[in-house]
């Protein structure tokens, strides 16, 4: 049995149906969500937003509606990452209490079906969340999860990166981009950056040794040949990217596209994995969420050797706004929304 609280309601972005942020969302009022025994309930002051949260915002692909609801989805909350203060614990959780200040998801690989993170408060498991180091703020923690992790996996567990390794990081500048150029370079590999002119500066002040301004050079018409591919952006067909792997080389397609439709980019991922039951090394990092994950990603802050890039905060109340920066495709860093005022 849950330590439960009362279940007064709380404020909440929710989501009315599909489409553009600044119509389909507005603030309003829900229930405050229930605790089960292994799960913490959290007074928000920081989330972000992710693809996932535009995916489902905008309902594009059009598929997805076949899971999360024709017409509107069936859960009305977005957001996954989460920074706050312990507010109830369940009677199986020991190791928070209230008043912690923690940080983490409640992502689940079900994206849709729980309330989410653009809320007064929200519910997450027990062991997806971490203690905040006192180093980061907010605003950084909660910035960190979804990118962090998955630039994480991605460079550590996937493509196993490390010296001697040289790894191309197209959409180098975006959320999962900055982590994982930092993080190849503190693994020890030589890293090349494809981003646009006005980020360049920001992709070299990341440690990267190379990088390509798209705007002027394709990089998948170069002579360079790479050990690992993480290919962010998804915007040339898989195979051409391919051609750049060395004979043992990687690729990771990490990105579903930004075009409409039914399908939108799902296509490029799929040929990427019937490619990968050929001769090219295809794989996919797998977003975890575990407190062994979230301590290295916080160790790798704390130490100085990896930061975290905001492209800007919004208020709650702002949280159509932040969306709509996201489905821009054009976020430097990472895009957060604060704690309602």
């Known amino acids: 049995m849950a330590i439960t609280t009362t279940s007064p309601t709380m404020s909440a972005i929710v989501q009315d149906g599909y489409g553009p942020p600044e119509r389909v969302l507005r603030r309003g009022r829900i229930d405050r969500p229930s605790v089960a025994d292994h799960e913490v309930l959290i007074r928000v002051r920081a989330t972000s937003v992710n693809t996932p949260d535009w995916i489902a915002v905008t309902g594009i692909p059009y598929i997805i509606r076949l899971k999360f609801g024709l017409r509107r989805p069936s859960q009305p909350?977005?957001?996954?990452?989460?920074?706050?203060?312990?507010?109830?614990?369940?009677?199986?959780?020991?190791?928070?209490e209230l008043g912690d200040e923690v940080f983490g998801s409640l992502w689940d690989g079900d994206a849709g079906k729980r309330a989410g993170t653009y809320a007064e408060f929200t519910v997450a498991p027990a062991a997806q969340l971490s203690k905040k180091p006192d180093a980061l703020s907010f605003e950084e923690a909660a910035a960190s999860v979804m990118s962090g992790l998955t630039a994480l996996t991605a460079m550590r567990e996937v493509g196993g990166v490390g010296p001697g390794k040289h790894v191309v990081i197209n959409g180098a500048s975006g959320g999962v981009g900055t982590f994982a150029v930092q993080i190849a370079k503190v693994l020890g590999a030589e890293v090349t950056g494809v981003c646009s002119t006005r980020n360049v500066e920001l992709v070299k002040s990341l440690g990267a040794d190379h990088v390509i301004d798209y705007t002027q050079q394709d990089f998948t018409h170069g002579s360079e040949r790479y050990d690992v591919i993480l290919d962010n952006v998804m915007n040339h067909p898989p195979s051409e990217t391919a051609r750049l792997l060395t004979s043992n080389g990687l690729l990771i397609p990490n990105s579903v596209g930004n075009q409409g439709g039914w399908f939108a980019g799902l296509p490029r991922m799929a040929r990427a994995a019937i490619m990968g039951r050929g001769s090219t090394d295809v794989r996919f990092a797998k977003y975890v969420v575990n407190r062994e994950n979230l301590d290295d990603l916080a160790a790798l802050v704390e130490s100085g050797d990896v930061r975290v890039v905001i492209d800007k905060v919004y208020s709650f109340d702002d949280t159509a706004s932040a969306v709509a920066h996201m489905l821009g495709h054009h976020a430097r860093g990472n895009i957060v929304v604060g704690a309602q005022d």
Do not use: C, I, K, Q
Not at 77 to 96: F, N, W
């Open 77 to 96: 909350v977005r957001g996954s990452d989460v920074a706050g203060v312990v507010a109830a614990v369940g009677r199986e959780v020991t190791d928070l």
